[in-house]
């Protein structure tokens, strides 16, 4: 097994240096990357079901100080999966970033450990995403292991509160989300992005352990002209936060409150992110007292220490260079004239 350490990659605010230029000698299509930690024996079926399905890639398992031995397995039965284990847990932000650094695709594929991906998945994504060069990002038909609810078909995205949904998350498939189109943002879940967007816009942010990072990563491309679309002819099988007990999730979605705040300080203009940094905080610490959710509202009210601490001056200053469209169109959102038609057909 390889192992690296945080420190000799030097991790730290993104930028578009750390990411290999794509002139470079790119020699598989695919780098697709899992951040592990503690996943058990769904990461073996994650991996096991990727290399039955998939050709032309390398495979990046970075393990965040598992303790459950789950890398084991994985090693003994597919030694030709690069694996990078770091000392601490670092999020999954992090984990990407040191596999981004060092993969040789062109194209980056996020997929979480307890997911199982299909025949031809990656192929139906890319012919999708290639039917149109501003496509930079493009994700599957997420469905829970049923086989019948949704999971995720691309973000719907609030702009006053900088919050995103999973569109038709729990729904049951009765294929009301059978056409490819434009979204407003897709889950890293499973979400295929092309190497010359990631040069541009940069890496992950880190600051970010757990949560919004899909959401700030696909602002983060809008802001810069690409369009990010939903693939229904690839599917992808996803547990859901099977791997984290229920009582926990919501301590975790407390704790990343503050990442709110922290995206719409780097990406808004300036005057929306006074207008609606100050929005987000009011309306949420009225839902804590509301709700006489004491943690919730604790956390809130931290938010803005937080944020002034980790102030992100360098992150902004490279999302505004990069900007292409006007927070209207962020607000706003409207699929502009893409040739829905060819691509539905290649989809399915």
Not at 7 to 15: A, I, K, P, Q, S
Not at 221 to 232: D, E, F, T
Not at 252 to 271: D, N, V, W
């Amino acid at each position: 097994m390889r192992v690296l350490s945080r420190e000799n990659l030097g991790l730290g605010v993104y930028t578009t240096a750390d990411v290999r230029h794509e002139t470079n000698p790119l020699d598989v299509s695919f780098s697709i990357i899992i951040v592990n930690y503690n996943g058990g024996s769904k990461l073996l079926e994650c991996v096991d079901s990727v290399f039955r399905y998939t050709s032309d890639f390398e495979l990046i398992l970075v393990d965040n100080a598992s303790t459950d031995n789950s890398l084991l397995p994985v090693a003994k039965r597919f030694p030709q999966v690069i694996i990078v284990r770091n000392p601490e847990n670092i999020g999954f932000a992090g984990g990407s970033n040191i596999a981004i650094k060092r993969s040789r695709g062109r194209w980056i594929v996020f997929l979480n450990p307890d997911t199982k991906v299909t025949e031809n998945w990656l192929d139906n994504l890319v012919k999708c995403a290639d039917s149109w060069d501003e496509i930079g990002m493009v994700q599957p038909k997420l469905l829970r292991m049923d086989g019948k609810t949704l999971d995720s078909t691309g973000h719907v995205f609030n702009f006053r509160t900088c919050f995103a949904r999973d569109r038709g998350s729990g729904e049951t498939d009765v294929g009301r989300y059978e056409v490819a189109e434009e979204v407003e943002g897709c889950s890293l879940a499973c979400t295929a992005i092309r190497r010359e967007l990631i040069a541009k816009v940069g890496l992950l942010d880190d600051k970010m352990l757990l949560f919004y990072e899909d959401t700030d990563f696909s602002i983060r491309a809008r802001i810069a002209g690409w369009k990010l679309y939903y693939c229904p002819g690839s599917i992808v099988f996803h547990v859901r936060a099977g791997l984290t007990p229920l009582r926990d999730r919501g301590l975790l979605h407390r704790r990343a409150i503050p990442y709110r705040l922290r995206m719409i300080l780097k990406s808004y203009s300036l005057s929306n992110a006074i207008k609606y940094g100050a929005f987000s905080i009011i309306i949420s610490v009225a839902a804590g007292i509301k709700n006489r959710d004491l943690e919730y509202l604790m956390r809130y009210a931290r938010s803005p220490l937080w944020n002034l601490l980790n102030l992100p001056i360098v992150e902004r200053r490279l999302v505004q260079s990069t900007r292409r469209i006007p927070d209207t169109v962020l607000a706003h959102f409207h699929p502009d004239g893409s040739p829905h038609s060819k691509i539905s057909r290649l989809a399915e």
